[in-house]
């Protein structure tokens, strides 16, 4: 079945214990973006990658880090979680072409809390 | 800036009350517009892509059209279990833009 992972689905964690949530998509999926999601401001970007070892940031990239050495998976690093970091963070990816215009598939979401 | 708004922010429709929901869009040479369906705590999932103006997609009781400023997502009929919030992104070729989404309650 073709789908994208997420590991772990509910993480509860304190400030400044740095933490990884994986993303593994079994499309061959060039690109691959996270997302996390909050309460009246919707779906925001934080990274993306095109294809294996390029990654840019998206519109909220302060606090996270990524990397992309396979092409199956992009772990987002947060290397000292906040409570502002406390949200629901989505994992996705989507083939490339030359329009670009291509549906993203998302993972099940990682509910996370930092207290 | 490239911007898509959605309205209303919520919706409650009795069981068979058909309704649209809109996002309309402002994206320097659009490439797609995408309309999600997300259930609570799960992911997006895909519904529709549409291309160009006047392009029109089906499926099952839903009805997506899109025109150079806007998008519809028409519901027909709808049942209890087409609650859900759905999301539509506007991609330019450079960014794909989410709107809030609109929270669909549809009661018996």
Same mark, same amino acid.
């Given at each position: 079945? #073709? $789908?994208?992972? $997420?590991?772990?689905?509910?993480?509860?964690?304190?400030?400044?214990?740095?933490?990884?949530?994986? +993303?593994?998509?079994?499309?061959?999926?060039?690109?691959?973006?996270?997302?996390?999601?909050?309460?009246?401001?919707?779906?925001?970007?934080?990274?993306?990658?095109?294809?294996?070892?390029?990654?840019?940031?998206?519109?909220?990239?302060?606090?996270?880090?990524?990397?992309?050495?396979?092409?199956?998976?992009?772990?987002?690093?947060?290397? !000292?979680? !906040?409570?502002?970091?406390?949200?629901?963070?989505? +994992? #996705?990816?989507?083939?490339?072409?030359?329009?670009? #215009?291509?549906?993203?598939?998302?993972?099940?979401?990682?509910?996370?809390?930092?207290? | 800036?490239?911007?898509?708004?959605?309205?209303?922010?919520?919706?409650?429709?009795?069981?068979?009350?058909?309704?649209?929901?809109?996002?309309?869009?402002?994206?320097?040479?659009?490439?797609?517009?995408?309309?999600?369906?997300?259930?609570?705590?799960?992911?997006?999932?895909?519904?529709?892509?549409?291309?160009?103006?006047?392009?029109?997609?089906?499926?099952?009781?839903?009805?997506?059209?899109?025109?150079?400023?806007?998008?519809?997502?028409?519901?027909?009929?709808?049942?209890?279990?087409?609650?859900?919030?759905?999301?539509?992104?506007?991609?330019?070729?450079?960014?794909?833009?989410?709107?809030?989404?609109?929270?669909?309650?549809?009661?018996?």
């Amino acid at each position: 079945e #073709a $789908q994208v992972t $997420q590991n772990p689905r509910y993480l509860i964690t304190v400030t400044g214990k740095k933490l990884t949530v994986t +993303c593994s998509q079994n499309m061959n999926h060039e690109y691959m973006s996270w997302y996390r999601q909050d309460p009246g401001l919707g779906l925001r970007q934080i990274y993306y990658s095109m294809n294996v070892e390029v990654t840019d940031k998206g519109d909220v990239p302060e606090g996270y880090k990524v990397s992309r050495k396979e092409k199956r998976n992009f772990p987002l690093i947060l290397e !000292s979680p !906040s409570p502002n970091q406390t949200s629901l963070y989505f +994992c #996705a990816s989507r083939p490339t072409g030359t329009s670009g #215009a291509y549906e993203q598939y998302f993972g099940p979401g990682t509910r996370l809390t930092v207290t | 800036e490239d911007q898509v708004t959605q309205s209303p922010e919520a919706l409650r429709l009795q069981e068979g009350e058909s309704s649209s929901l809109n996002c309309s869009y402002t994206v320097s040479g659009l490439r797609g517009l995408f309309w999600y369906r997300q259930d609570p705590g799960k992911g997006p999932e895909f519904l529709f892509t549409l291309y160009s103006a006047g392009e029109e997609k089906e499926k099952e009781r839903l009805k997506a059209t899109l025109t150079k400023k806007e998008s519809f997502l028409h519901i027909t009929a709808p049942k209890p279990e087409d609650s859900a919030t759905y999301l539509c992104a506007a991609y330019s070729g450079y960014a794909l833009n989410f709107g809030k989404g609109t929270s669909l309650l549809v009661t018996p």
